[in-house]
């Protein structure tokens, strides 16, 4: 069986060997699929980390009346805690506000008023699982409900147009590998169709020499897995190789860097495997059963 | 043991095989002969369930063709050695290789599979022609790889169509010769179909002649 095997695949690598410009057509075509798929993976892996790191982008400034009193303020405070999706809250009372003021913009409004005119006010961080632009404004609108609440800021515009570019980078690298997907299926059963036509006589021998079906179709299903996993291999040298190139020019310009997600080639290598076994399935199928 | 019983075969254009009966026994060597057209290759693959009876049965070493699932085909090849007019060898594949084959098939172990092509390459005198590819071969030196192949296997049957078709009078007697002699000592039975009359004249062996579709008396 071990020795069936080992002859089967050897004949799929001859068999890759024979017909190498058409599968190089195919390999290359799965590469493209896979790199758009992989740098989908690759925006998706990211974002939550991107995410995390503009935590800030997910807060919300609550300012109560200045009429209120410290006291008066904490007490309007606690009811955010019954609003649904904040994940923590911190209290800002007018001194503090005081010292924020003169930290951010070097003057004391207490020395230079006489007086502290600001306000008491809270700093809401959104949970989560709520932080898309519509739950945000949401959240905003429920808190300004409170009685004593006088303004909600946020940075609602920032957190939208965010959203709106990894949408288009994902879903727009999604679409375009879907179509590259279909492309590669029927590159890899047509590049697998024209060498098993090219072996129609060697097929008919086989059969003639008692072969069975699955033993004069499993090399055609092997060259075809052999073009996905090639075409995986070089999808994972390209995207990490983009991945340092997007590296390299982001580190001029923010402190940030991107991850290579977790199971990346896994999930290039399975994918490129799955591409090739339908392909090569359709291609097989269609022509050695008639 | 083969039998034909009232085996019938119409083709949709040009004459096919009519209600033929006879039986084959074990390790007989039998001429299948008759004009170009007569019906031979039809009888041999109706034998190699290449084709199918449409009336009439054909049981070729315990399988009845017609009751076969297309699944059960190369199991019965897989007791029959095929030898071609065109020898039917792959191109891209040696001596050795073309030889070997069968073995590949049958799921030998590569010791056994290297052992028994290296016997048959030596019984048809190719030995140190095992890694020659057909291209590089004479038409006598392609059809004894073709015998070595259908042999290797020792089948229970061997069955050649127009064996010496495309070799000259030397190498037809050689190629005929040799092919009988190793089935002989495998115990295997042959069938021959061929229109030369003058090699069946010079070998001992059971006559079947076939002409228009019909087995003559």
């Known amino acids: 069986m071990i020795g069936k095997l080992a002859f089967l695949i050897s004949e799929g690598l001859r068999s890759l060997w024979r017909a190498r410009l058409p599968a190089l057509g195919s390999i290359l075509t799965i590469t493209l699929t896979l790199t ?34 410290n006291g008066e303020a904490f007490q309007k405070y606690q009811l955010l805690t019954a609003v649904e999706g904040i994940s923590s809250t911190e209290f800002i ?17 207490v020395t230079v008023l006489g007086t502290n005119p600001l306000p008491a006010g809270a700093i809401v961080l959104v949970a989560r699982g709520h932080r898309t632009a519509r739950r945000i404004n949401r959240i905003a609108d ?18 939208r147009i965010l959203e709106r570019y990894i949408r288009i980078a994902v879903y727009g690298g999604l ?16 590049t697998i169709k024209l060498s098993i036509y090219a072996k129609r006589d060697t097929i008919d021998t086989l059969h003639l020499l008692g072969a069975t079906r699955s033993f004069v ?58 591409l090739g076994l339908i392909g090569s399935s359709r291609g097989v199928g269609r022509f050695i059963n008639s | 043991m083969i039998e034909l019983r009232k085996t019938t075969l119409k083709y949709q254009r ?34 190699y369930a290449d084709l199918l009876p449409q009336e009439g049965e054909v049981e ?23 030898v071609f007019q065109d020898f039917r060898l792959l191109p891209d594949r040696n001596a050795y ?54 042999i290797v296997k020792n089948p229970i049957t061997i069955l050649a169509d127009e064996p010496t078709g495309n070799l000259d009078a030397g190498n037809s007697m050689e190629t005929l010769d040799l092919l009988t002699y190793l089935a002989n000592e495998n115990g295997s039975t042959v069938i021959i179909a061929t229109h030369d009359y003058s090699i069946v004249s010079k070998k001992r062996g059971r006559l079947i002649e076939i002409n228009e579709g019909r087995l003559l008396d």
């Open chain 1, 36 to 69: 758009l798929f992989g740098g989908a993976y690759l925006i998706f892996g990211n974002f939550d980390r991107a995410t995390r790191r503009l935590q800030s982008q997910y807060r919300i400034d609550v300012f109560f009346k200045p009429i209120l009193t």
């Open chain 1, 93 to 109: 009372s007018k001194e503090r506000a005081a010292s924020i003021f003169k930290r951010e913009f070097g003057e004391d409004v």
């Open chain 1, 142 to 159: 429920d808190i300004a409900t409170i009685d004593g609440v006088t303004d909600v800021a946020y940075r609602g515009e920032l957190v």
């Open chain 1, 175 to 190: 679409i375009l590998g879907i179509v590259a997907l279909l492309g590669a299926i029927f590159l890899v059963s047509n």
């Open chain 1, 217 to 274: 179709r499993l090399p055609f299903l092997i060259e075809g897995v052999l073009q996905g996993i090639i075409g995986s291999l070089l999808a994972v040298g390209a995207i990490l190789g983009m991945l340092d190139v997007m590296n390299y020019i982001l580190e001029h310009f923010v402190l940030y860097r991107l991850i290579r997600p977790a199971f990346l080639a896994l999930f290039l290598g399975t994918m490129g495997l799955l």
């Open chain 2, 14 to 47: 040009g004459p096919g095989v009519y209600d033929i009966n006879f039986t084959i026994g074990a390790g007989e060597l039998v001429f299948l002969v008759g004009p170009s057209g007569a019906g031979k290759t039809t009888l041999l693959k109706l034998m």
């Open chain 2, 60 to 82: 070729v070493n315990g399988f009845i063709t017609s009751h076969m699932r297309s699944k059960s085909i190369p199991h019965l090849r897989r007791t029959l050695g095929l």
């Open chain 2, 97 to 150: 290789d073309n030889i070997a084959l069968p073995l590949h098939i049958l799921g030998l172990q590569r010791k056994d599979i290297r052992e028994r092509t290296y016997a048959a390459l030596d019984d048809v005198g190719l030995i140190d022609r095992a890694h020659h590819y057909p291209r590089e071969l004479s038409g006598g030196e392609q059809q004894r790889v073709g015998i070595a192949r259908a």
